[in-house]
């Protein structure tokens, strides 16, 4: 019972379009989420993070939009650079125990020049 | 300031040997997690530290053990492996247990022959 999917394992943009990816939970004790971004040989690096009192948190290119009745959030990347190609996880968590996160399986994000 | 350090990076270990992965947190942080990540998976959550008692685990055998330190730093301990904890092993440290995103350290290899 994976209670964070992120159902696309590989994305592929275009340099300077824009980049969606996607991810879902089903737990209805979550109401933190985050972004991390993993590049290979290093670990996961803090992106983005939104609390379920919001429906959007942006910071430059990033945007986290989150639909709490549809249990999804979305990261936004505007425009897309060829350095923002890695490995994208969504975690979800309770608000009170920063530790135990939940991930998604994550999204490979290839940015193409 | 100093990002959390993990070590070591690769090991090799045969089926039912013990291993110790340790794990320095990052400066002025008194919390400690830690993930074990499995190849094409996100991190799963094993279990959290703080102020050198556990305060959370999640769906792992008791083989599977830790410590944490005066100084925060951590070891994550498994005995008896088996084929299937070969994975790649996060520490994860945070400034407070209630605080919102995760720093990750390089992660320790691991494969279990």
């Known amino acids: 019972d994976q209670q964070v999917k992120q159902n696309s394992p590989s994305l592929s943009v275009q340099e300077g379009r824009i980049s969606i990816l996607n991810c879902d939970y089903t737990?209805?004790?979550?109401?933190?989420f985050l972004w991390y971004k993993k590049y290979p040989a290093e670990g996961p690096t803090f992106l983005i993070s939104i609390s379920s009192i919001k429906d959007k948190n942006e910071d430059g290119r990033f945007t986290v939009f989150l639909n709490k009745s549809a249990k999804h959030l979305s990261l936004h990347i505007v425009p897309s650079q060829p350095g923002d190609s890695a490995v994208y996880f969504c975690?979800?968590?309770?608000?009170?125990?920063?530790?135990?996160?939940?991930f998604g399986d994550g999204t490979t994000l290839t940015v193409k020049p | 300031e100093t990002g959390v350090t993990q070590s070591p990076t690769h090991l090799i270990k045969t089926r039912g040997q013990q291993v110790t992965l340790r794990c320095s947190s990052q400066?002025?942080?008194?919390?400690v997690s830690w993930y074990q990540q499995a190849l094409g998976q996100g991190p799963q959550f094993i279990f959290q530290y703080y102020r050198e008692e556990e305060n959370g685990r999640g769906n792992f055998p008791p083989r599977f053990s830790g410590l944490q330190f005066p100084n925060y730093s951590s070891e994550l301990n498994v005995n008896a492996l088996e084929l299937d904890d070969s994975a790649l092993y996060l520490c994860?440290?945070?400034?407070?247990?209630?605080?919102?995103?995760?720093?990750f350290g390089e992660g320790s290899r691991l494969t279990v022959l």
């Open positions: 975690a979800a968590k309770p608000y009170t125990n920063a530790g135990k996160s939940t």
């Open positions: 737990n209805s004790m979550f109401d933190y």
């Open positions: 994860a440290s945070s400034p407070g247990q209630n605080t919102g995103e995760l720093f």
């Open positions: 400066s002025g942080h008194n919390t």
